[in-house]
């Protein structure tokens, strides 16, 4: 199993071993997420052009949970000439894998392994990610504490993962009042029912689990538990070709008809029509209705503010970029708001107009001109009249 994406390097490519668990008893879920991560990793520097010009070739080997086979894949992989080692997930497998590592002197970086002590000497061949199992056991420890529990059983395997472990809670409980317990999950009753389905078929836990529940809820399944004379508590399973009972399926209110949305009105006015004669101008400037709906008000500022049809439509359309544009509606609305001119100033107010004189008139006693509404007599013949009256 390979990554992709090699055909376009020229020189050879340089192999990383991969230790994943994809096979039962191995944790296969955590495999594949392992495998996912480090694929999405030499994806990633091959993208970016490999490391000195050479592409990172994923070479994975399936360890199963089996530290022997951790041990057996690492010697493969060392004789097939990889550059170095990273995965695994279950941390008594990482412990074997990083001995065989050590021994072989080939670099190993080891993902999820928590032992504090992945080798029985310090070694520059080994590295790891995740925290040391005395960190994160402590902080269980705290927890646990904190919530008020002294009192702590821990069911177990035997394994160096679990005796680690339960020794790190019992050495950090004990000064603090607490006491561990230690359960052996052998002796504890069987387990559930679908791990060993679980072990012939592809399927994982959940999904087995899952189809059980199904089963059970359609009527071909029950599980009843049972208390034997000795105390033991089991549960008890009993298949049926022909559901035992009747499965009512619930009725659900139909939902009403869902409502039509209205139509939405077509764009109209000097505003709509201008931005849709854009794409007769330029076709990269064709516009959808929505965003002809979206553009318009805009426009239509720059027309309240006096500017012409023909000068907003040039401002758009003039100096346009060389290369594609991909979001018109964007560049255009960029446009009207960046260039948006100052409104027109205001008009001085008109000042009143002065009265218009009379016309000229000829005084009917002297001749003489005068202005007046009306022909008569000037000033000077109407005084005369009056002192001689």
Same mark, same amino acid.
């Given at each position: 199993?390979?990554?992709?994406?090699?055909?376009?390097?020229?020189? $050879?490519?340089?192999?990383?071993?991969a %230790?994943?668990?994809?096979?039962?008893p191995g944790?296969?879920?955590?495999?594949?997420?392992l495998?996912a991560?480090?694929?999405?990793?030499?994806?990633?520097?091959?993208?970016?052009?490999?490391?000195?010009?050479?592409?990172?070739e994923?070479?994975?080997?399936?360890?199963?949970?089996?530290?022997?086979?951790?041990?057996?894949? +690492?010697?493969?992989l060392?004789h097939?000439?990889?550059?170095?080692?990273?995965?695994?997930?279950?941390?008594?497998?990482? *412990?074997?894998?990083?001995?065989?590592?050590?021994?072989?002197?080939v670099?190993?970086?080891?993902?999820?392994?928590?032992?504090?002590?992945?080798?029985?000497?310090?070694?520059?061949?080994?590295? *790891?990610?995740?925290?040391?199992q005395?960190?994160?056991w402590?902080?269980?420890?705290?927890?646990l504490?904190g919530?008020?529990?002294?009192?702590?059983?821990?069911?177990?395997?035997?394994?160096?993962y679990?005796?680690?472990?339960?020794?790190?809670?019992?050495?950090?409980?004990?000064?603090?009042?607490?006491?561990?317990?230690?359960?052996? %999950?052998?002796?504890l009753?069987?387990?559930?029912?679908?791990h060993?389905?679980?072990a012939?078929?592809?399927?994982?836990?959940?999904?087995?689990?899952?189809?059980?529940?199904?089963?059970?809820?359609?009527g071909? %399944?029950?599980r009843a538990k049972?208390?034997? &004379?000795?105390?033991?508590?089991?549960?008890r399973?009993?298949?049926?070709?022909?559901?035992?009972?009747?499965v009512?399926? @619930?009725?659900?209110?139909?939902?009403?008809?869902?409502?039509?949305?209205?139509?939405?009105?077509?764009?109209?006015?000097?505003?709509?029509d201008?931005?849709?004669?854009?794409?007769?101008?330029?076709?990269r400037?064709?516009l $959808?209705? #929505?965003?002809?709906?979206?553009?318009?008000? &805009?426009?239509?500022?720059?027309?309240?503010?006096?500017?012409?049809?023909?000068? +907003?439509?040039?401002?758009?359309?003039?100096g346009?970029?060389?290369d594609?544009?991909?979001?018109?509606?964007?560049?255009?609305?960029?446009?009207?708001?960046?260039?948006?001119?100052p409104?027109?100033?205001?008009?001085?107010?008109?000042?009143?107009?002065?009265?218009?004189?009379?016309?000229?008139?000829?005084?009917?006693?002297?001749?003489?001109?005068f #202005?007046?509404?009306?022909p008569?007599?000037c000033?000077?013949?109407?005084?005369? @009249?009056?002192?001689?009256?």
């Amino acid at each position: 199993m390979t990554s992709q994406n090699l055909g376009r390097f020229d020189a $050879s490519a340089a192999r990383i071993g991969a %230790l994943v668990p994809l096979t039962r008893p191995g944790w296969v879920e955590a495999g594949r997420h392992l495998l996912a991560g480090l694929q999405l990793a030499v994806d990633g520097v091959n993208g970016a052009g490999g490391i000195a010009g050479r592409p990172l070739e994923l070479v994975v080997r399936d360890t199963a949970a089996d530290p022997r086979k951790a041990t057996a894949a +690492v010697a493969e992989l060392a004789h097939l000439g990889v550059a170095a080692l990273a995965g695994e997930f279950h941390s008594v497998v990482a *412990r074997a894998a990083a001995t065989e590592a050590h021994a072989l002197g080939v670099p190993f970086l080891c993902s999820s392994g928590v032992l504090d002590a992945l080798t029985e000497e310090p070694t520059q061949w080994v590295a *790891r990610l995740a925290p040391a199992q005395s960190h994160g056991w402590r902080l269980y420890a705290d927890f646990l504490l904190g919530a008020g529990h002294r009192r702590i059983a821990v069911a177990t395997e035997p394994s160096a993962y679990w005796a680690s472990g339960t020794g790190i809670l019992r050495d950090h409980l004990a000064p603090r009042g607490g006491t561990v317990t230690e359960l052996d %999950l052998r002796a504890l009753g069987p387990r559930r029912d679908w791990h060993p389905r679980a072990a012939k078929f592809r399927e994982g836990e959940i999904r087995i689990a899952a189809a059980l529940r199904e089963l059970e809820t359609h009527g071909y %399944l029950t599980r009843a538990k049972e208390r034997l &004379q000795s105390g033991r508590v089991v549960t008890r399973t009993v298949s049926y070709n022909k559901p035992h009972r009747p499965v009512v399926p @619930e009725r659900r209110p139909a939902s009403p008809p869902p409502r039509p949305e209205p139509a939405a009105p077509k764009p109209d006015g000097p505003a709509a029509d201008l931005l849709t004669g854009l794409r007769a101008l330029d076709s990269r400037l064709l516009l $959808s209705e #929505r965003d002809v709906h979206r553009l318009a008000p &805009q426009v239509s500022a720059w027309l309240e503010r006096g500017v012409p049809a023909t000068a +907003v439509q040039r401002t758009l359309t003039t100096g346009l970029p060389q290369d594609p544009i991909k979001h018109p509606a964007a560049f255009l609305a960029h446009r009207l708001t960046t260039l948006l001119p100052p409104p027109l100033p205001t008009a001085p107010p008109i000042a009143a107009a002065a009265p218009r004189p009379h016309p000229l008139q000829t005084c009917d006693g002297c001749d003489r001109a005068f #202005r007046a509404a009306r022909p008569g007599r000037c000033r000077d013949c109407r005084t005369g @009249e009056r002192k001689a009256a």
